[in-house]
T-cell receptor
Framework: GENVEQHPSTLSVQEGDSAVIKCTYS??????FPWYKQELGKGPQLIID?????GEKKDQRIAVTLNKTAKHFSLHITETQPEDSAVYFC??????????FGTGTRLQVFP | NAGVTQTPKFQVLKTGQSMTLQCAQD?????MYWYRQDPGMGLRLIYY???????DKGEVPNGYNVSRLNKREFSLRLESAAPSQTSVYFC????????????FGDGTRLSIL
């Protein structure tokens, strides 16, 4: 069945360092891969997404890479700041009906 | 622009009680979704509605029912609440299907005693 694995479950970095979160998906037909940031007491918010016809996408300090052959995609945050502290979720589309989410990564950025 | 609005924000129920969680979006989106979020398990899809007039089961539909009342509103009903349904429930919408960004509400925190 459809499945998205996400690692690590927790990640602690020093302010200014980079953070990398990795996800793998099971359905080779998946073609849309969003990343969400969830702050305490709030709903998830989209921060970046990538489609299967693109290998990499960047938006300021955030980038996402996709390896379709390996069914693997990653979120990269550079020059981390304390306000980047949150829970991050990856997701992959399944058919056109739904998203399957990873189990989340709690990122802590220490000043 | 409110986006996705969920009511109530918090609720405590006793086992066996029924309740309806309300969700409304003002973005003219076609698709709407209900998820539950439990510690360590991410977001799991309960039900979704690809368009007005249609609903389909997600990963964890047992114990729930939904109604797509109109294009704006999608409600989730617990007919006989169980402690295992204690969770945070999120509603989301997307313009056409899940190959487009989903916009989430801020959740309903539900405790069942």
């Amino acid at each position: 069945g459809e499945n998205v694995e996400q690692h690590p479950s927790t990640l602690s970095v020093q302010e200014g360092d980079s953070a990398v979160i990795k996800c793998t998906y099971s359905d080779s037909a998946s073609n849309y891969f969003p990343w969400y940031k969830q702050e305490l007491g709030k709903g998830p918010q989209l921060i970046i997404d990538i489609r299967s016809n693109v290998g990499e996408k960047k938006d300021q300090r955030i980038a996402v890479t996709l390896n379709k052959t390996a069914k693997h995609f990653s979120l990269h945050i550079t020059e981390t700041q304390p306000e980047d502290s949150a829970v991050y979720f990856c997701a992959a589309s399944f058919k056109t009906d739904k998203l399957i989410f990873g189990t989340g990564t709690r990122l802590q950025v220490f000043p | 622009n409110a986006g996705v609005t969920q009511t109530p924000k918090f609720q405590v129920l006793k086992t066996g009680q029924s309740m309806t969680l309300q969700c409304a979006q003002d973005m003219n989106h076609n698709s709407m979704y209900w998820y539950r979020q439990d510690p360590g398990m991410g977001l799991r899809l309960i039900y979704y509605s690809a368009s007005e007039g249609t609903t389909d089961k997600g990963e964890v539909p047992n114990g729930y029912n939904v109604s797509r009342l109109n294009k704006r509103e999608f409600s989730l009903r617990l007919e006989s609440a169980a402690p295992s349904q204690t969770s945070v429930y999120f509603c989301a919408s997307s313009p056409r299907n899940s190959n487009q960004p989903q916009h989430f509400g801020d959740g309903t925190r539900l405790s069942i005693l």
